[in-house]
């Protein structure tokens, strides 16, 4: 307060009164300050008055003490209008009163002239008492009265020399003011609403522009703290016109982009912070926004900042609209570089981890195969091992490789005693056109004693011994063990029409190279188990079947004779004058006439029937199912064949030879294999000693 400038205390001075009504708020304002006026003015007008030399005492005194009264009078109502006891008409009648002193004032020192001063002045007073009520007209025409009144006398004191002319005037006033206080007193009703609805107008107009005013100051400290907001936001904010050039950018979306001041940005296109690659698809984006009317879209996307780094911004972009009209666009962006680095690196981490992951797919797939692929070779080594033959071996190998070799073909081929030709002993797949033998000189692996590939992807010459395409697949693996090659195995791809070359693998290289070393382990082991077999059960010298072998076989013949009810011969053969034919041409000559006679022999007899060396110089047959008839036919053509070998031994034709025959039939001639033996036995004594030459039937 100690501060405040005299104005402002005196407009709080005035202000500060027990008056809530505007109206009569504003009146006792004015009135106050009018009075305050007045006051001023008489104590100067005294003061004057009694500085001035002319007058004498008694004229100061008077003029003192008639300025004093004035005082009083405007200093009252001053006082009580202060303490609120005027209001209304009170209020009125206080604001005609102090027009009195002023009125005295100006006709004492006849400043103006009387009868004009008085009827403006004393029609302001009826007019003020207009505006309150009849009682305050009534009390404003005495007043009126008494205002002329006292004009009068103070003008008769100033000047006795007033005139008849003078009162006169003053009634004719009087009369004048009552007039006129009878027209307003009819009209004052419409002339008091219409001011109080003009000043109720002014003060709702006073409050409209207050409450505007209020408004805009909100308005500017909301876009004032919007503004702060959005200049201490952590995201790039920023507005653009239709055509998409910025018209706003906040401080961290200029230091982001590399920019000094909003004025560097300010008109520049948009898509020009845009990498080259990405503007035209991003332009087709927000053109779409805009036309379809869609308030928000999110888009990411790589810009460019003035040094030409790349940052890549995720952001929200809304439409700025006047109503119904799009005036253009506005974003709120932030810097996803890192989170894009990071998903990135994730998706090159989930790339890695997909690819080690289909690694360990593939490697555990390659596992399972070749897991597989243990279990049909062991199995297959095992097959091998309880084999009894090639030809069973052939069987196991011909149902083990096609599992281990999907879609394709081949044959297991087995080189035969004289070592001249590869004889087939299991075929699988599209292989059964292949030869069922062929010479060693058309396998190119026989002659290398290697692996032999002939495929899209190797330059390696055809072999012989197939029909191939040249599209097709072809492998060739010997199969060699403990140094010396049994056979090859054989595999084939076929191509299918207007498919691509197939290709051996690596991996399935491998496989033949273990294959053909587990099969060519199992063929050994197979033919050496014969040779010790063979060397068990056959005659070294003639290559057939030895006595031990013979009985075994007979007790075998004679169950099943017995279980199909049929019958069961034998033959015994005996070489006429062996003895001597040694003596005339020595053991060697002997035993060369041993091994034609059992090649004779093995060729003369069926597949089920078995030909043996009995011990020396005699042989046994044994022969199923023929009767004792047959039997001697059977006997007569070996007699007679016999005599046509021809026997050679260093160089020299041997003598011919004769046979003597002996026949048995079981159960004819015994009932069991031993006692049809030893009848046919028998009968081989009885034809020597007949003479030699000829066939004898037991019995």
Not at 290 to 299: G, K, S
Request: with cysteine; net charge neutral.
């Amino acid at each position: 307060m100690k501060n405040e400038s005299p104005v402002l205390r005196l407009r709080a001075w005035l202000n500060n009164i027990p008056i809530r009504d505007p109206i009569e708020r504003r009146i006792a304002t004015l009135l106050q300050v009018v009075l305050i006026g007045l006051m001023v003015v008489v104590v100067l007008a005294t003061l004057f008055l009694v500085a001035l030399p002319a007058l004498s005492f008694q004229e100061k005194l008077n003029a003192a003490l008639n300025d004093l009264f004035g005082f009083l009078v405007v200093a009252l109502p001053l006082i009580l209008l202060r303490r609120g006891y005027f209001r209304g008409s009170a209020l009125i009648i206080i604001a005609i009163l102090f027009i009195t002193p002023t009125l005295a004032v100006l006709v004492v020192f006849d400043l103006l002239n009387s009868g004009g001063i008085l009827f403006q002045f004393t029609l302001a007073i009826l007019l003020a008492g207009l505006l309150v009520s009849r009682r305050a007209l009534a009390l404003t025409f005495v007043l009126s009265a008494a205002v002329v009144g006292f004009a009068a006398l103070r003008g008769q004191n100033a000047a006795p020399q007033l005139t008849r002319a003078s009162l006169e005037t003053a009634a004719n006033f009087i009369l004048f003011n009552g007039l006129i206080a009878l027209f307003f007193d009819r009209f004052g009703i419409v002339l008091r609403a219409a001011l109080k609805t003009a000043l109720e107008r002014e003060s709702d107009l006073k409050n409209e522009i207050n409450e505007r005013r209020h408004a805009e100051i909100l308005l500017q400290e909301s876009e004032a703290r919007y503004r702060q907001i959005v200049e201490k936001a952590s995201d790039i904010i920023y507005r653009t016109d239709e055509s998409g050039r910025f018209t706003y950018v906040n401080q961290i979306g200029l230091r982001l982009m590399g920019f000094d001041a909003e004025t560097d940005v300010l008109g520049r296109r948009f898509l020009e912070l845009v990498r080259s690659d990405w503007r035209h698809a991003l332009k087709r984006f927000y053109d779409r926004q805009f036309l379809a009317q869609t308030e928000n879209t999110y888009q990411e996307f790589p810009a460019l900042t003035t040094d030409g780094a790349i940052v890549w911004l995720g952001q929200n972009v809304q439409l700025l609209r006047e109503g119904e009209r799009v005036l253009g666009f506005q974003a709120v962006a932030r810097d996803i570089t890192k989170r894009r680095q990071a998903q990135k690196a994730l998706e090159e981490a989930n790339l890695e981890l997909r690819a080690a992951k289909n690694e360990i797919e593939h490697s555990l797939f390659e596992v399972e195969e070749r897991k597989q692929e243990l279990t049909v070779l062991s199995n297959l080594s095992e097959l091998l091992q309880m084999s009894n033959s090639v030809t069973e071996a052939g069987e196991a190998i011909s149902r083990a490789i096609p599992v281990l070799f999907p879609h394709y073909g081949g044959t297991l081929y087995v080189i035969n005693s004289s070592h001249d030709l590869a004889e087939s002993i299991a075929v699988w797949g599209d292989s059964l056109h292949n030869p069922a033998s062929f010479a060693i000189n058309d396998c190119w692996a026989l002659r290398r004693g290697d692996m032999h590939i002939t495929d899209f992807g190797h330059t390696n010459p055809l072999c012989t011994h197939g029909n191939y395409h040249p599209r097709d697949a072809s492998l060739c693996a010997p199969l060699s063990a403990q140094g010396e090659t049994l056979g090859i195995l054989h595999i084939l791809g076929r191509h299918e029409a207007n498919s691509a070359s197939i290709n051996i693998s690596k991996t399935q290289e491998l496989l033949a190279r273990t294959v053909s070393d587990h099969i060519a382990l199992g063929l050994s082991n197979i033919l050496l188990r014969e040779k010790l077999h063979n060397q068990s059960i056959r005659d070294p010298l003639t290559g057939l079947f030895n006595r031990r072998y013979m009985e075994e076989t007979l007790e075998r013949e004679v169950r099943r004779a017995n279980r199909m009810g049929a019958s069961l011969g034998i033959i015994i053969v005996d070489i006429d004058h062996f003895k001597l034919f040694n003596d005339t041409f020595s053991h060697g000559a002997g035993d060369a006439l041993l091994r034609e006679l059992g090649a004779f022999l093995a060729l003369s007899i069926r597949g089920e029937d078995v030909a043996c060396r009995y011990g020396g110089e005699e042989f046994a047959l044994i022969l199923p199912g023929l009767d004792l008839e047959m039997m001697k036919a059977r006997a007569e053509l070996l007699r007679e064949g016999a005599k046509h070998l021809r026997v050679h031994y260093r160089g020299e034709l041997l003598d011919k030879v004769t046979l003597s025959l002996g026949v048995a039939i079981y159960p004819e001639h015994g009932d069991t294999g031993e006692n049809v033996l030893h009848e046919a036995d028998a009968a081989l004594y009885r034809a020597k000693r007949e003479g030699r030459d000829r066939v004898v039937a037991a019995g």
